[in-house]
């Protein structure tokens, strides 16, 4: 076992001592779960209480959050993509190795995601997965991208937040569409990139990575600044919209979804 998988506090934060899980309050969210069972609105009588509790976690996280300078540029760089195909999640996580994008390492676990879809809860149905598929690797990212927000957020902890707080690592948000905040209008060419706030605060920027095609939504993680994390997502954005480890992670992601709905297995 590496020296990573062993003494990341991942693992340490993953179990106590005696052996329970405790990641992300996982019994109580467990609990939580069982109330919401399978609803998708607010209609349910039990959501509201369920999602105060639910905030008071993302909130917790929030305030754990730290923006600071990497200590030097990334070395190896990973992304990580859930594909969610009915109940089943399928999580894979890709390492590349600067300056060329070589292929290091590609990781991935699935099972079944009971977790309900709940807007702006999303990273207690994603995290846990997410987390599993990086605990695989052999190799500590020096930087990690998620597929979904950071700071930008209404509670400003969305999934990116959530894994770079649990991992101690890293991480910059790039999501595919705004989930809260007003920005201005972006010019057409790659490059080009304007603030997204939310009232007078800055939660992220939205970065267009080629020319003409819709931009990203680009915000801290953890332990990033957001100017490196611009810098980042358009450096390693090469030839698709999205940077090339999440590019690839969310491919492997839908084409193994793909291959086991085909052979009917839908475990690792």
Not at 27 to 44: I, M, P, Q
Not at 188 to 212: A, Q
Request: charged share 30%; aromatic share 4%; net charge neutral.
């Amino acid at each position: 076992m590496s020296a990573w998988r062993a003494t990341d506090r991942y693992h340490r934060n993953l179990r106590s001592q005696d052996g329970e899980q405790v990641f992300l309050q996982r019994e109580r969210v467990d609990a939580l779960v069982g109330k919401c069972g399978n609803v998708r609105s607010s209609a349910n009588p039990e959501m509201p209480h369920d999602l105060e509790s639910l905030r008071a976690i993302q909130r917790q996280y929030a305030s754990r959050v730290v923006e600071r300078r990497l200590e030097a540029d990334p070395e190896l760089v990973a992304a990580v993509d859930m594909h969610l195909s009915e109940s089943l999640g399928i999580g894979v996580v890709v390492t590349m190795r600067m300056p060329d994008l070589e292929v290091v390492e590609a990781k991935w676990v699935s099972r079944e995601v009971d977790f309900p879809y709940i807007p702006g809860f999303l990273s207690f149905r994603e995290a846990p997965l997410c987390i599993e598929a990086i605990g695989q690797l052999e190799c500590r990212p020096d930087l990690l991208l998620v597929d979904g927000h950071g700071k930008a957020h209404p509670l400003r902890c969305g999934v990116a937040s959530h894994i770079g707080v649990e991992l101690a690592l890293p991480t910059i948000g790039v999501a595919k569409s705004r989930l809260v905040g007003r920005h201005r209008e972006l010019q057409p060419e790659k490059g080009s990139m304007t603030d997204l706030v939310s009232g007078d605060e800055l939660i992220g920027r939205v970065l267009r990575t080629r020319d003409r095609v819709r931009p990203v939504f680009v915000s801290v993680g953890n332990l990033v600044t957001l100017d490196e994390a611009v810098r980042w997502t358009l450096e390693l954005a090469r030839r698709y919209r999205l940077p090339e480890p999440s590019h690839l992670a969310h491919k492997l992601a839908s084409e193994r979804a793909r291959a086991m709905r085909s052979s009917g297995h839908s475990e690792k």
